[in-house]
């Protein structure tokens, strides 16, 4: 892990065993606790997000993901009226 200025806090509460096994565990890694369990969480938040940011699509659900991409734009009437309309802003004069 690179080093970098910590300047942020984190409290938590843990049972007498859950810490034994952190001082276990860290200690067999030959690191601190705080490395240990600042490591651990990190890996397992990056695992968990990207979890969220990648997802998989069996073959037809594929086909209609892509289908809907190469798909033409719909019509919004509403919006190209909306970019039609001069914003009230733009008569403001500049100071």
């Known amino acids: 892990m690179a080093t970098t200025n910590r300047t942020e806090k984190l409290d938590l509460r843990l049972t007498p065993a859950a810490k034994q096994a952190l001082i276990a565990a860290a200690t067999a890694d030959r690191r601190s606790v705080s490395e240990f369990v600042l490591d651990s969480a990190l890996t397992r938040a990056e695992e968990t997000l990207a979890l969220r940011q990648n997802f998989g699509l069996d073959a037809t659900r594929w086909a209609a993901f892509v289908e809907a991409l190469d798909a033409p734009p719909r019509e919004l009437p509403n919006v190209e009226t909306l ?13």
Do not use: I, R, V
């Not at 970019?83 to 008569?91: D, L, Q, V």
């Open 83 to 95: 970019f039609a309309t001069p914003s009230p802003f733009e008569a403001l004069p500049l100071k």
